[in-house]
């Protein structure tokens, strides 16, 4: 990016900062500068010029690396890898927590520990998802395993997760088991 480019670019960004300032003010909101992060989207394997830390008057805006929003982190790349990290290291606790009581529990009362401690955290705002690659959604794909392996009590489960399935269901679940008391289960 060119020098006068860049300088138009970071004044356009500064003016636009401003703005939602003054709006906030009129609306009676204040704009917290030192909880509000800036995150500049840019290509995975492009090399992009940082853009400095803006002056907001009380406070200075930083650059961040990846943003929260409603539960959702973005990263600069926009590959949802923090996400994906946050989801399984939340659904993993849910699992580590229901397995701890598994042997106490009958599989109805299992299935409904795993949709509210597992499941809910697999599917919120799971429509970001579609169109990344296998290699990102995998993690997911393991942490559906471990919790449909626990429900059955099975050994290996297989259960293929895609996404944007025919008849206008958002996914597609099939499952294949190797242990014959899961096969009696289903």
């Not at 204040?30 to 009380?58: C, I, W, Y």
Request: aromatic content about 6%; some cysteine; proline content about 4%.
């Amino acid at each position: 990016m060119a020098s006068d480019q860049k300088t138009y670019a970071v004044n356009l960004l500064s003016d636009c900062l401003k703005d939602i300032k003054v709006w906030s003010a009129k609306n009676r909101l204040r704009l917290n500068e030192a909880k509000s992060e800036l995150v500049h989207l840019s290509p995975q394997f492009r090399a992009t010029e940082p853009l400095p830390d803006f002056n907001m008057g009380e406070g200075i805006l930083k650059m961040s690396d990846s943003v929260k929003d409603l539960g959702v982190t973005l990263d600069k790349h926009l590959t949802l890898q923090p996400h994906i990290r946050n989801i399984c290291k939340s659904a993993s606790w849910g699992l580590f927590r229901i397995g701890k009581v598994r042997r106490l529990l009958d599989q109805a009362s299992t299935e409904k520990l795993i949709h509210a401690f597992v499941s809910s955290h697999l599917d919120y705002c799971n429509s970001l998802f579609a169109g990344l690659p296998i290699s990102s959604i995998s993690p997911l794909q393991r942490i559906l395993n471990t919790a449909a392996r626990m429900v059955l009590k099975a050994l290996a489960p297989n259960i293929a997760l895609g996404i944007g399935g025919a008849g206008g269901s958002p996914y597609t679940i099939s499952s294949t088991y190797s242990n014959e008391s899961a096969k009696r289960a289903l």
